[in-house]
């Protein structure tokens, strides 16, 4: 089993890949692409000092924001 405090490859791509689906209208992936963030983020907070950490989830933050508000325009 792969050590799972390391970030490997294929995390940062599914993160990526989540999020193209989601801004491409596949919202049914969101749930996958919070879940595949928090990992990432749970796993680069080992190594992350705390200012960088508030500022990371910040980011996610702002981009969940937007997210749910383009959801919210395409089902009006």
Known sequence: MQN????EP???S???QNSLHVVQGHHDVLPDLLTDTGNLLMK???KL?????????AGVAIASIFVAKKVEE???
């Open 4 to 7: 799972s405090s390391k970030i």
């Open 14 to 16: 599914r993160v990526f």
């Open 74 to 76: 395409e089902m009006d």
């Open 49 to 57: 000092s705390t200012t960088q950490l508030i500022l990371i989830v």
């Open 44 to 46: 680069a907070s080992k």
């Open 10 to 12: 294929e995390d940062i």
